[in-house]
């Protein structure tokens, strides 16, 4: 952990230093602890290259936790956020909000957010309760699929329909280029409850992910359990969407990369998934930064390259070793 949280810190003094130009790591070091408002660098590093990096770590954490959380409570490899119509749900939502109040406030557009998410991990699960012959891996992954294709369709159709295709490319595209402090602070509490709740729940989760009958035979209320888990999920990626959009992957693939190094105890896969989730996106954004300079790539666009392949590789195992 004291390495990964080494590894952390360098990657946002990292992320601080490169951008459209570079900045001194004195320029850093002064800004943060001797701020001159009349240096245009340190007003850089203070207004843009720091919430930009706070953003994704706030952004990775959440995702990689939220992830590790929904892969417990299903007992399925291919569960995270943007594969089981979540994130679809709250951009769902967001497009609904954007063209009924096209002025509506960030705190109001965060709570249709949370909304959103709700309905699209509900309609998936809705869905897998009716199919034939229980739920399987693959199943879940398609039911997912096919509810975030639709979700994002009505969302697409609405941009066209009510000429907000522009606010909500943004949405789309998954991106915290555009972030700004005061987003931050309207997050924070829900990630930080969010990720406290998880933690609450580690223990308990190591338990589920062996199974419902074991679980209950050890004196588990499983349902209670899952109740607090879809909470922290709804609270981690509503946030998460609200400031980012949609950002795909990052539950997925963070999960099993802690769980190979660290084992199946979720009182230490999640801290290690929410600061593995942080380092994964903050340089996903310095690539996009780099890939095609001065223009920016989509963060989501390069969490996508990654959790692609990663994806169709569990798809394939069809969670034999899970």
């Not at 001159?36 to 995702?63: C, K, Q, T």
């Not at 399987?136 to 969302?155: M, N």
């Not at 992957?249 to 769980?259: A, D, K």
Request: proline share 4%; glycine share 10%.
């Amino acid at each position: 952990m004291i390495v990964a949280i080494g590894l952390l810190l360098i990657s946002v003094i990292v992320s601080i230093h490169l951008g459209a130009s570079n900045l001194s790591y004195k320029d850093i070091w002064t800004s943060l602890f001797h701020y001159d408002e009349s240096n245009a660098a340190h007003v850089v590093v203070r207004e843009l290259r720091l919430p930009r990096a706070i953003a994704a770590i706030l952004v990775g954490s959440a995702l990689a936790v939220s992830g590790s959380i929904m892969q417990s409570m299903t007992r399925n490899p291919l569960a995270s956020p943007s594969i089981l119509g979540v994130t679809a749900g709250s951009t769902f939502f967001i497009a609904i909000a954007l063209a009924i109040v096209p002025a509506i406030s960030f705190s109001k557009l965060m709570f249709c957010s949370f909304a959103g998410a709700g309905l699209g991990a509900g309609l998936v699960f809705g869905l897998i309760a009716f199919a034939k012959g229980g739920n399987s891996p693959v199943k879940l992954a398609l039911a997912g699929s096919a509810i975030s294709a639709l979700l994002s369709s009505l969302s697409t159709f609405i941009s066209l329909k009510y000429d907000i295709s522009k606010d909500l490319s943004y949405w789309y595209a998954g991106s915290i280029s555009s972030v700004q402090p005061q987003h931050i602070h309207f997050v924070v509490p829900f990630i930080v409850i969010g990720l406290v709740l998880a933690l609450f729940l580690a223990r308990s989760m190591t338990v589920l992910s062996l199974g419902d009958e074991i679980a209950t035979g050890l004196g588990q209320r499983t349902h209670l359990v899952r109740l607090g888990g879809t909470i922290a999920v709804l609270l981690l990626t509503g946030a998460s969407v609200s400031i980012a959009g949609m950002v795909g992957f990052v539950g997925l693939v963070v999960p099993h990369i802690v769980r190979f190094i660290v084992g199946q105890d979720y009182r230490i896969v999640i801290p290690f998934s929410a600061v593995f989730g942080s380092v994964l996106l903050i340089w996903a954004d310095m690539a996009g930064r780099m890939i095609n300079a001065p223009f920016e790539t989509p963060v989501g666009a390069i969490t996508a390259l990654i959790g692609v392949p990663f994806f169709l590789y569990l798809a394939r195992k069809d969670g034999r070793d899970f």
